[in-house]
């Protein structure tokens, strides 16, 4: 708290000795920020970091929507630095030659419903958003988005509504076809039994036994190739955008009743293996110089 108060006399001190060639420059002016970064923990805590240029004068920092605590401001060797609070809103730092992070602790933000966390985010600066290891999906605004091996995402002038779940039960269903082994991973709070794959009908089924819960089914290319069109109790229902990494597609939906979902595909093993389209262009591609040869004589 005192280093807080010193800071505010000492932004008034450097009012009081502005040039009045500067006079036009006020204290309430916006950092240059470099980035924002927020770091969100397994149990939805959330760390963030405003990193700032170097400023000349006092500036005024946003702090990001929310109940923020253990403010404070450093320089990038970790030196504390003097500042002082603008109310819940913001942060006004002190001059600077090198470039300053502020950095607190967000309460209040994220809401968890049903296995779901959700924040609706907006800060219109460009913000970092790193998940923990155990969250490989997200969705933004709707969106799917598979983060693989990254463990997040940047938004530019963000405003998004951010969803994602951490731990959710998983089915690993075993499908065998002509002693050849596949396994379909499903994700879901929603409640899943009764898996079925259907190899005449290209056909995925189970059921889900509560309404309005993501379901994400990860399906071999090799066993059932999209595109995909899903019903649930005989009637098609919306499909989140599909995610294809080259091996596996991410068939992912929210049905708003329980009952029988199925998956269909265009294609089934062993139909049509998932190498047959590259043997066929690579069978066309030593057949077409030939057939132009004998079409010259």
């Keep these: 708290m005192t280093r807080k108060v010193f800071g505010f006399f000492l932004v008034l001190l450097c009012l ?3 040039p009045p060639a500067y006079s036009q420059v006020s204290v309430g002016e916006y950092a240059v920020q470099r980035y924002v970064e927020v770091v969100i923990g397994l149990e939805g805590e959330i760390h963030v970091k405003h990193i700032l240029a170097s400023t000349g004068i006092p500036k005024q920092v946003e702090l990001i929507s929310g109940t923020a605590s253990n403010v404070k401001v450093s320089n990038v060797d970790g030196q504390e630095q003097l500042f002082s609070m603008l109310g819940d809103y913001g942060v006004l730092v002190m001059p600077s030659n090198e470039e300053l992070v502020v950095e607190y602790d967000l309460d209040d933000v994220l809401v968890q419903k049903d296995g779901l966390w959700t924040w609706d985010f907006r800060y219109l ?7 923990p290891n155990e969250v490989d999906l997200i969705f933004s605004n709707g969106k799917p988005v598979y983060l693989a091996d990254k463990k997040g ?3 530019h002038g963000c405003q998004m509504i951010l969803e994602y779940s951490i731990d959710e039960p998983t089915n690993l269903e ?3 076809w002509e002693d050849k082994e596949f396994h379909v991973e499903m994700r879901s709070h929603a409640g899943l039994e009764n898996f079925v794959f259907d190899q005449p009908s290209k056909r995925i089924t189970f059921d889900v036994n509560q309404e309005n819960r993501i379901v994400t089914t990860i399906i071999p290319l090799e066993l059932l190739w999209g595109p995909y069109e899903v019903f649930l109790e005989d009637e098609k229902i919306f499909v989140y955008d599909h995610i294809n990494n080259g091996t596996h597609s991410w ?8 009952g029988e979902v199925s998956i269909i595909g265009t294609t089934v093993v062993p139909e049509f293996p998932i190498i047959a389209p590259l043997a066929i262009g690579f069978v066309m591609m030593i057949i077409l110089p030939i057939i132009r040869k004998v079409n010259l004589h």
């Excluded at 600066?125 to 998940?131: D, H, L, R, Y």
Aim: neutral net charge; contains cysteine; charged residues 10%.
């Design 16 to 18: 009081s000795v502005i």
């Design 174 to 176: 075993n499908v065998t």
């Design 251 to 258: 068939v992912i939906m929210k049905p708003d009743i329980s």
């Design 153 to 155: 995402i940047a938004c």
């Design 125 to 131: 600066q460009t913000t970092s958003f790193i998940f």
